[in-house]
Structures are given as structure tokens and as C-alpha cells.
């Protein structure tokens, strides 16, 4: 489609149109929405769900401590009536069997009479005459039906010996049918915790809560909970009996679990603690009971343990973060929760905390406990609905857009892929400049220059080198660094007489056969072609980029280098040319590695005293009538892979110590057997030299030399055994010789 007034346009008034109102648009939402979301997401997230979830978890619990409450008040209330001086028991019974149907995840009843001691306990059961048959508790969450035979009565009936008989009842047989009759069954009742709370309790009055303690173990279950009681009162208002009302605190985990099923995917945690009168904190229930409650010696789950003995550290590191200020607190202000944060081996967490009941006994605190990365979860939520909206806004910006700017986008998107490409010195793309719109056709015109300025310029100066100026994104600046490198040095022996005898346009030729021969296998091995200086290959391994190994590498490009020298001195031969033969230096150590010169010039090289000797044994390789040297450093940073002999301890130029140099054989594992032989040999024969052993040492080098008759160096040391035979030298030879090298 094309739009009359805008048939010729220019790019800064097509992408002005186009993009202003995206960007007003865009810009304004993101602000606005980014403010709103970060706003809700940092402050208000943290709290919403600390407050939703203790919310939440805390009526629960309240509703469920309620519940009992409501059964002791009502029972109180309506069921309990002295007539005569006699309770109507059938009355009491069916009140708290009722109850206990309506509401089955309560616990058990307990109506003690005071003087007597006579007492009558009424539990849900799934099989009449157990007592304390607690299995399968989770039933009772699960199940909203039960029949008259679920409620188990105990009637425990005081003897005149003091002891007490326990009969076993299935409602509704009482006082009938007992299931079962034990004579010394029973206990007093006037001894529990409960029965001395609600025996405090002022008669005719709420009730009140014991603290938690464990009721019972039998049937492989310990059963730990808390009771709520009320004094009764006879018809002269005096005591006459305490009515109770028992629950499980493993009742209340399941209620945990239940509530925070889903929330549990998410890494938060619950569970609720006890403050006892001397400020020893205890816990009482845990949405995750099966796996922090800790066991007993018979393998028993312990629902009522230390913070210290449960499973998860973060509760027992979250409760020792609550200072009692706080706890106080939470009791003045029941409806307010407090946050705060702690840590766990280095895991930030987000505590939060609400009392249960506040003001009253006992003392129960809701604690939530969670990693903060999951709170800010909802805060990436937010950020990804962010996105997801700008997204949305950039679509139908970039549809309402493209009618103007289609002839622009396609090309300005081949440009920026060709300039990565650039950027990565890939060459293999060329620049299209057919674009109508000016300004991109004068873009893709300079880009084609750029392009062929590059490529020229990488035949100058190692690719590796411009892409790490590229990567470091700071340009050609001068100085440098130090830095551990493997230097080599490779030259033609002999090249004045090949330069003098061949026209410059033979020897170029030829020069960059040699050359290319090396070069290859120099970046094929990691290395970097620093410079050639005339008819010398200098290369470095370990920069710019890190390369592992780079001792062995350099060693393997020399001995690959000359192998494949060796074909094309086949075919100079073959072609009636000179033919070049190579002489390499191996040097190891530290070096100056950087941009070397000024603002106008620099060159990136390596510099140093390093430098220096790999070029300097390159050249001793002419004394020796030696191929490829290397220094001791080179030699011990390779182990056993390589093949050498020791050449001699030397001193060259520039140096105030003596060096170790060798002669590289070849690879470990590529050379013959003779040749290792050979070197195996020369290094007997050399250490008797070192050790002044001047017979030895003449005998075993003459027979190397007469076995290789073409070795100068087996040579050398004949003759200089045969001289220090004759002529000694002094104590204070060290095995070495001083060089005088240009």
C-alpha cells in the first residue's frame, strides 16, 4: 500500500511517524504500569499473603478450638440438671454424643464427678471396645457420617478400696450392655491437668484450656493434645463435677495440611507452637507432620517436640528470631501479623507470625514460614505480565507501523545481521545497497567500505587479536599485561643466499609457500601468528585468548610445521628450486602482552626476556646443526609426551643464568622406537659429561657418532671430552658454555 504524501520519504520522518506514538504510548504504560506493579508486588504482595494465609490458617484453628468450646458450653447449658441431687445422665450422654457426631474431628469428653471421683469418658471410635484405639485418625477428617456404635462411653466407677472399676460402653447401651468390665481398669481423673484447670475455673463460667500434654501411648500412638474445662456446679452452687473436652494435636496438622495443600507446591510451610508459662516454646502441630516431627526409640511420630528436635532447621532458627516483645505484642493486638526475616545456611526466609486467641489461654501462635525467592515470585509474575502487555502493545504498534515503515525494516534487518556477522570477522555475506530510502542505501554503501576496509585488515593483524579489541569493546588502547605464553620462532636457514640468488618476484612466491605451510597448523593448534620479520614466523600460544596446553601445542605446530615443510620440499626439488630448510626456537614463560607502541601506531605483540631467547635459540639451532630447540621450561611444562635429547647448558645474550636447551625428537607417541633409543642413549652419555666422567662420557658419544655419522652434536662432545681429558677444566665449571651470539 502506498500513501501519496509520503511516496518519497526520507528514514527519519518514515520511523518519526511510525514510532512516535509507540513510543509515547509504550513508554507511558510501562512507566505507569511498572510503578503500580512494583509498588504492589514489593510492598503489598508480602503482606497480602502473610495476611490471607495466617488469616486463614488461624480460624481454622480458632474454629476448631471453638468447636469444643461450643460442645462444653452447650452441654453445660442445656444437658446438666441436679434434680433432687441427682444428674440426668442420659441427657448428658446424648447432648455429647450428638456432639461429637456434628463435630467428629473433635476429640473426647470427659464428665468427672468431684467428690466421688465417678467419671464417664465418650469417644469416636471405628471399633467399639478398644480403648484408645487412635489408628486411623485421618478417617475422621475424611468421613462426615457415623452412627450411634462410633461413640465408645468409659464409666469409671470408684471402688470402696479406693480403686476404680473401667466398664465399656457402646452408645446408646449405656448403662446396660457393657462391652467389657475391668476391675482395676480405671484411674482417678481428679489427678489430669484438665481436671485441675477446670476445677479452678469459678462455677457457672466459661471454661478455660490446659496447656498441651500427652494423654496416652497404646496401639503404637502417642497421642498429645490439650483439653478444655469447666467446673459444674450442683443446686447449691457448689462444685459438684468438671465436664471436659479433649483434642489431639495431631488433629490440628491435618487441619495444617489441609488448609495449606496448595500453597505447599510453592515452598510454604505452617505450624503451630506453644508458649508455655516459663517461655519454653513447643510444637504442636506442623502442616507437614509426616516429615519434621521427630520419632521416638520405637519409631513413634512425637507430636509435641523441642523446636531443636524437629527435622527442619528453619523452625527452630525462625523461633529463636521471635523475640518475647513480639509475642507480647501479638497478644495486645491479636489481629495484627508480624513479619520478619531470617536466614538458614545462607537461605533468606520471610516469618510471619499471628497469635491464636489472643488474651487467652494457652498461649498458641500461627507461624508461616517460607524461602523469600517464592514470596517475590508473584513480583516475576508481575514483571512477565509487564512484558507480556508490552509485548502485546508492540504488536499492534509494529502492524499499525509497518505500512509505513516495511520499505525500511527488511533492509535495515540485513544490515544488522550482516554487521554481527562483521563483527565476528565473517566475511561471507556481501552488503546489498538496492534500498529506495536514501539514508539505508548510503548505510549499506559505507558498510560494503567497512567491510573491505576488515577483511584487507585481518591479513594484517591476527583475527584473534580483533575480536578480543572487540569483545573488550575499548578499542586499540596502549599498554599491557603480563601473562604466561609459549613463544616460537621459525626460520629459513641459510635465507641471505636463497635471497640472493632468486628474483624478488621467486623468492615472494616461494617465502609464502614456506610460510603458509606453518601458518596453518600455527591456528589450527591455537595459536597466534604475531609478525613475520622477512623470512621468520613468530607465534605465541595462550593470547589473547586462554588456550590449556599451550606448551604441548607449540611443540606439536613445530614438529607438524616441518612435516608438512617436508612435502613441499618434494616439490621445489621437483620443480628445480631452492629448498627452504626451517630452524624453530621454543621459549615458555612470563611475557608483556598488549598494544606496544603509540596513539598514532601501535602493534599487539609480546614482549620480554622470554621473547627474546625463543628468538635466540631459534638461532643456536646454526651451532648445533639442530632443527627445532627448546628451552628447559617448554620441555618440563609437556611431562613425558615429548621425544628430546639435552643439547647443552648455554648462556646466551641477555641472559646472567645458564639455560638448559634440548632438541625436540618428536611426539611421545608418534616416534619411532630407534629414535627414542637414540635419545635414551645421548642422555647417559651426557649426564657422565655433566658429571666430569670424561672417559664415559668419550666412549658412549663415539659410539653414537659412529652410528650416526651425519650428527654434529654427537660430535661436539667427542671433542670436547678428548679436550678436557687433556686440559681439565677448573672447579668452577658448571657443565655449560657462553655463547656469543649476535
Known amino acids: 500500500m502506498k500513501i501519496p504524501l509520503l511516496s518519497k520519504y526520507r528514514l527519519r520522518t518514515a520511523l518519526l511517524i511510525c514510532f512516535i506514538g ?46 469444643a468450646e461450643d460442645v462444653i458450653e452447650a452441654t453445660y447449658r442445656f444437658a446438666f440438671r441436679m434434680e433432687n441431687g441427682k444428674v440426668d445422665y442420659p441427657l448428658i450422654l446424648s447432648t455429647l454424643s450428638h456432639s461429637l457426631i456434628v463435630n467428629h474431628n473433635l476429640g473426647h469428653t470427659i464428665f468427672t464427678e468431684d467428690k466421688t471421683g465417678y467419671s464417664l469418658r465418650l469417644s469416636l471410635d471405628e471399633k467399639p471396645g478398644f480403648k484408645y484405639d487412635t489408628k486411623s485418625l485421618s478417617r475422621f477428617s475424611e468421613s462426615s457420617l457415623y452412627t450411634e456404635k462410633d461413640i465408645i462411653i468409659e464409666e469409671t466407677i470408684p471402688n470402696p478400696s479406693g480403686t476404680f472399676t473401667l466398664k465399656t460402653y457402646s452408645y446408646p447401651d ?176 520471610v516469618g510471619i507470625i499471628k497469635t491464636v486467641l489472643p488474651g487467652t489461654a494457652p498461649d498458641w501462635y500461627v507461624c508461616l514460614y517460607v524461602p523469600e525467592k517464592v514470596l517475590f515470585s508473584n513480583a516475576y509474575w508481575h514483571f512477565y505480565l509487564a512484558i507480556g502487555i508490552l509485548a502485546s502493545v508492540m504488536v499492534i504498534s509494529v502492524i499499525l507501523s509497518f505500512l509505513l515503515a516495511r520499505s525500511a525494516s527488511k533492509p535495515i534487518e540485513s544490515l544488522v545481521l550482516l554487521a554481527q556477522k562483521i563483527g565476528k570477522l565473517d566475511f561471507t555475506h556481501k552488503v546489498r545497497d538496492d534500498s529506495k530510502i536514501i539514508e539505508i542505501k548510503n548505510l549499506a554503501h559505507s558498510m560494503s567500505l567497512m567491510q573491505i576496509g576488515l577483511q584487507a585488515f585481518t591479513q594484517y593483524l591476527p583475527k584473534d587479536v580483533l575480536k578480543s579489541l572487540f569483545d573488550a569493546g575499548t578499542g586499540a588502547i596502549p599498554g599491557g599485561k603480563e601473562k604466561d605464553v609459549s613463544i616460537m620462532f621459525a626460520d629459513i636457514a641459510n635465507f641471505t643466499y636463497y635471497s640472493e640468488n632468486l628474483s624478488p618476484n621467486d623468492l615472494v612466491l616461494q617465502l609464502n609457500e614456506y610460510l603458509g605451510c606453518f601458518s596453518s597448523v600455527i591456528i589450527r593448534n591455537g595459536g597466534t601468528v604475531d609478525k613475520y620479520i622477512g623470512d621468520a614466523v613468530m607465534a605465541y600460544w595462550n593470547a589473547p585468548r586462554d588456550c590449556d596446553d599451550y606448551a604441548f601445542k607449540a611443540c606439536k605446530t613445530a614438529i607438524q610445521g616441518l612435516h608438512n615443510l617436508s612435502f613441499l620440499q618434494k616439490e621445489w626439488a621437483r620443480l628445480n628450486k631452492p629448498v627452504f630448510k626451517a630452524r624453530v626456537g621454543i621459549n615458555t614463560g612470563n611475557v608483556v602482552l598488549g598494544n606496544i607502541g603509540t596513539e598514532e601506531h601501535l602493534s599487539y605483540t609480546v614482549i620480554g626476556d622470554n621473547v627474546n631467547l625463543a628468538s635466540r635459540l631459534e638461532g643456536l639451532n646454526k651451532v648445533y646443526d639442530t632443527t627445532i630447540m627448546i628451552s628447559d621450561a617448554t620441555l618440563k611444562a609437556c611431562d613425558d609426551r615429548l621425544v628430546s635429547r639435552p643439547i647443552d647448558l648455554v648462556g646466551v645474550k641477555g641472559k646472567d643464568k645458564k639455560i638448559m636447551v634440548h632438541e625436540l625428537m618428536g611426539l611421545a607417541n608418534e616416534t619411532s622406537s630407534k629414535i627414542v633409543k637414540f635419545c635414551t642413549d645421548f642422555k647417559i652419555a651426557f649426564s657422565a659429561y655433566v658429571k666430569k666422567d670424561w672417559p664415559a662420557g668419550l666412549s658412549l658419544f663415539q659410539k653414537l657418532a659412529s652410528e650416526n655419522p651425519d650428527d654434529k652434536l654427537c660430535q661436539i662432545y667427542v671433542d670436547r671430552c678428548r679436550d678436557y681429558l687433556q686440559n681439565p677444566p677448573d672447579a668452577s665449571w658448571d657443565g655449560g658454555q657462553q655463547m656469543h651470539q649476535k
Open 22 to 67: 509507540l513510543t509515547l504510548f509504550s513508554g507511558l504504560t510501562i512507566t505507569l504500569l511498572s510503578l503500580r506493579l512494583s509498588y504492589t508486588a514489593r510492598v503489598n504482595y508480602t503482606q497480602e499473603v502473610g495476611h490471607l494465609l495466617t488469616r486463614a490458617v488461624t480460624l481454622k484453628v480458632e474454629n476448631f478450638l471453638q468447636d
Open 174 to 349: 449405656f448403662p446396660n450392655k457393657p462391652l467389657s468390665v475391668d476391675e482395676n481398669g480405671g484411674y482417678d481423673y481428679r489427678k489430669r491437668p484438665f481436671y485441675v484447670q477446670g476445677k479452678a475455673q469459678p462455677v457457672l463460667k466459661k471454661g478455660g484450656w490446659t496447656n498441651c500434654f500427652t494423654f496416652s501411648k497404646n496401639f503404637k500412638a502417642i497421642r498429645t493434645g490439650l483439653f478444655y474445662s469447666t467446673g459444674l456446679g450442683d443446686d447449691k452452687g457448689e462444685l459438684f463435677a468438671v465436664l471436659s473436652m479433649g483434642i489431639s494435636t495431631e488433629w490440628i496438622s491435618d487441619y495444617l495440611n489441609e488448609t495449606m495443600q496448595e500453597i505447599h507446591k510453592r515452598g510454604i510451610n505452617g505450624f503451630i507452637f506453644e508458649r508455655l508459662p516459663d517461655s519454653t516454646k513447643i510444637i504442636l502441630a506442623h502442616s507437614r507432620k509426616e516429615n519434621v516431627f521427630p520419632k521416638d526409640s520405637d519409631g513413634d511420630t512425637i507430636y509435641y517436640s523441642l523446636p531443636k528436635d524437629m527435622k527442619d532447621p528453619a523452625i527452630e532458627k525462625m523461633i529463636l528470631s521471635l523475640p518475647d516483645t513480639v509475642l507480647s505484642g501479638l497478644e495486645i493486638s491479636g489481629d495484627f501479623e508480624s513479619l520478619f526475616h531470617f536466614d538458614v545456611d545462607g537461605v533468606d526466609y
